[in-house]
């Protein structure tokens, strides 16, 4: 497939071959190629929404020699991740959205801070130095109003 770069200003350009960009897709199905396209493309992100779960939540290690106990093991990391997914998408700021949980784990959660329990309530108490601090607090004003 073929297809121009395109410009955002006013001026004509010409039809320069560098101007082109070029891909391949290799197929068995008999289809037209922009219908290939079409199907393709929609899938060119899975590898690394895959590689998320397998290096962030470990979901390629295997724990016991037990295959319902794998089962759900499997299905928590699943949890795990739909629930992080939902919580960037409700919760953080557009720029945070593209974090993955290893770079979200080192900006937000490897960092120093107490956990001060007074009056039957729990407190967390960042350092003062904390980089992301606004961030991270209004993460947790808006997690506090999800239903």
């Not at 071959?17 to 197929?27: C, G, I, K, R």
């Not at 008999?30 to 396209?37: L, R, T």
């Not at 409700?90 to 001060?116: K, N, Y």
């Amino acid at each position: 497939m073929r297809k121009m770069q395109r410009f955002h200003d006013d001026q004509s350009q010409f039809e320069l071959d560098l101007f082109w960009q070029y891909e391949a897709m290799v197929t068995t199905e008999a289809w037209e190629a922009i219908d290939v396209w079409r199907f393709y493309n929609q899938r060119c992100c899975m590898e690394n929404y895959i590689k998320e779960g397998k290096y962030g939540f470990s979901m390629h290690r295997i724990p016991t020699q037990s295959f319902a106990a794998n089962e759900i093991d499997l299905l928590l990391k699943l949890i795990a991740y739909n629930l992080f997914e939902r919580f960037k998408m409700q919760c953080c700021d557009p720029i945070h959205r593209s974090f993955t949980i290893q770079r979200f784990r080192r900006a937000f959660i490897h960092c120093a801070g107490v956990l001060v329990r007074s009056s039957r309530q729990f407190t967390l108490k960042m350092a003062e130095s904390f980089q992301n601090r606004w961030a991270w607090l209004q993460m947790e004003r808006k997690s506090i109003l999800l239903e």
